[in-house]
């Protein structure tokens, strides 16, 4: 993790490097509100305000440590919501969003003893990221970002099979089957959440006060998705990557 957050960096400081070097950029409305000045002259001209939707897939990050057999697999899931920009200057804007955003797991026992045992996570969080864009180009803009998240986990749903007692007298799997929401534990869960983000994005600006975009976005869990309720506690991460496409309107 820590050597994909410095190479995000390390990109993050060139975009913003030569953004500033590019003096073709303009927004959409306005050609000339912006000036030379960090304020615009006309403060609406500002902002722009969107919304947005589209796909993701979670990482569960977790050691299994001596239990070999559980296999975690990345599931994929759904994002949406809306954002809004203040657009310090041609190359620079401040972006606060509202998201919803799944990670969801699957967990697999590998083992010729219980090998039909597996359990499908689905879990809903609203996430609230602010970031720092930079960009450059005019009619089709190349933007990074950078920056952090807070959120919270609203609810989650358990599906799959288990081992039962029914099991262990019959043999048979017609009892093992379970399908539930996700009852939350004020000892055991840790239901807020926060994390870096980053990504890029494609921007195309169409006729005077809109444009449209397409983006690619990670989150970086770094709180525990359980709290310190034992010793030897071994620390669970949500890693989720985001591919979305967006509708902006500019004020």
Known sequence: MKKRISLCLLVFAVLTAYAQTDTTYKPPVNDGTFGNTVFPANPISRWSVGLFGGVDKNHHVIDVLYASDMKYTDM???TAGVSASWHAKG????????????KNYRMDRDNRYLPFVYTESVN????????AVVSMGRTFRVCGFFGGYAGYWLSG????QSLSVTYLTTHSEEDTYFDAD???DEVRDNRFDAGLVFGAAMR?????????SAEMRWYYGLTDI???YM??????YNTTRTMQVGLSYWF
């Open 91 to 102: 190359w620079l804007s401040l972006r606060a969003d509202v998201a919803f955003v799944q």
């Open 204 to 212: 195309c600006a169409l006729f005077k006060k809109l444009d449209i």
């Open 124 to 131: 809903n969080y609203l996430s609230v990221p602010v970031t």
């Open 157 to 160: 749903h358990r599906s799959g």
């Open 182 to 184: 996700y009852t939350f």
């Open 226 to 228: 359980q709290k310190n």
């Open 231 to 236: 010793v030897n506690l071994n620390p669970r």
């Open 76 to 78: 994929g899931g759904k």
